[in-house]
């Protein structure tokens, strides 16, 4: 089983980039993506059930990230519009088998498999 996150660049200030996730070996019940700063903690960004509406943002990336698939090729994306300096991280996208309940998807325990990471940077 692999993930591996693509998409990461370098952009300016409210800039946009398109994060994809490929994901090879089995199929997912929910997707999340998380990020990581130089010295800070692995945070939560957002995450979805692949089946289904339900969804998750953290609050610092409401409005300005969206959550999307494409059933066709077995792809979660994160368009991430609005973009800031503090935005910049490396960013991975997770996965497990589970269908997680909404209070769930923030937690990055529940997630089984993760990918390398792509990194975007985001200048002033």
């Known amino acids: 089983v692999q993930l591996q996150a693509s998409g990461g660049g370098l952009v300016q200030t409210g800039g946009s980039l398109r994060l994809s996730c490929a994901a090879s070996g089995r199929s997912f019940g929910t997707y999340g993506w998380f990020r990581q700063a130089p010295g800070k903690e692995r945070e939560f960004v957002a995450a979805f059930r692949w089946s289904g509406t339900t969804k998750k943002y953290a609050d610092s990336v409401k409005g300005r990230f969206t959550i999307s698939r494409d059933y066709a090729n077995n792809t979660p994306y994160l368009q991430m519009n609005n973009l800031r300096p503090e935005d910049t991280a490396v960013y991975y996208c997770?996965?497990?088998?589970?269908?997680?309940?909404?209070?769930?998807?923030?937690?990055?325990?529940?997630?089984?498999?993760w990918g390398q990471g792509t990194l975007v940077t985001v200048s002033s």
């Open positions: 997770a996965a497990t088998t589970r269908g997680l309940i909404l209070s769930s998807m923030a937690d990055k325990n529940a997630y089984d498999y």
